[in-house]
């Protein structure tokens, strides 16, 4: 049971490159969420998914695109990086019904320049 | 919108000292309340919730106290040790809904 798992672990982009992080769970949860957190900041939710096929939008999302074909992957998407979206990225998960406990992903690092 | 204030932000304690760190929540329908320890350069980790059913949760030397009422919740930390220097997070998750509101952080730093 590998939990939640982010994939790249560091990235460094040129300004309007485009990339996508993946996010893989075996976990079985239902719900999947991509936040970003700026250096000495909080946690700002940029997108999330209450079930395979579903998106919805969350604090931050412009300037990022997801999407959830397969229940236990969820990827992000940069289509044109600007520096402003240098950070770390955290994937997290949790399941339906009564159990509320979300689990984060390791992180990724991402750098442009 | 919902919100959640976290205070203080920076919290130091000397070895063997309580720490305790506030948050308010504006949602009263917020019904499940974890707390979160990130350590430098690591995920956020799980390490106490509360359920709005509940007024207090202990888990050796961590605890969660809830205030309904005056809607907020409180972390304790007992007996602090070097290992406990960290950020902490607050949040809230309100009924009904899937997004939880987090917290700005409490970067708390235990001196030996």
């Known amino acids: 049971n590998a939990g939640v798992t982010q994939t790249p672990k560091f990235r460094v982009l040129k300004t309007g490159q485009s990339m996508t992080l993946l996010c893989a769970q075996d976990?079985?949860?239902?719900?999947m969420y991509w936040y970003r957190q700026d250096p000495g900041m909080g946690l700002r939710l940029i997108h999330y998914?209450?079930?395979?096929?579903?998106?919805a939008k969350g604090e931050v999302p412009d300037g990022y695109n997801v999407s959830r074909l397969k229940k236990q992957n969820f990827l992000l998407g940069l289509e044109s990086a600007a520096p402003s979206q240098t950070s770390v990225y955290f994937c997290?998960?949790?399941?339906?019904?009564?159990?509320?406990?979300?689990?984060f992903g390791p992180g990724t690092r991402l750098t442009v320049l | 919108g919902e919100n959640v204030e976290q205070h203080p932000s920076t919290l130091s304690v000397q070895e063997g000292d309580s720490a305790v760190i506030k948050c308010t929540y504006s949602?009263?329908?917020?019904?499940?309340f974890p707390w979160y320890k990130q350590e430098l350069g690591k995920r956020p980790q799980l390490i106490i919730d509360?359920?709005?059913?509940?007024g207090e949760k202990k888990d050796q030397r961590i605890a969660v106290t809830l205030n309904k009422t005056a809607k907020h919740f409180s972390l304790h930390i007992t007996e602090t040790q070097p290992e406990d220097s960290a950020v902490y997070f607050c949040?809230?998750?309100?009924?009904?809904?899937?997004?939880?509101?987090f917290g700005t952080g409490t970067r708390l730093k235990v001196l030996a």
């Open positions: 997290a998960s949790r399941n339906s019904g009564g159990v509320w406990e979300q689990l």
């Open positions: 976990m079985n949860h239902e719900y």
């Open positions: 998914s209450v079930g395979e096929g579903t998106t």
């Open positions: 949602d009263s329908a917020s019904n499940y």
């Open positions: 509360i359920r709005s059913n509940v």
């Open positions: 949040a809230a998750l309100p009924s009904g809904t899937y997004k939880y509101i």
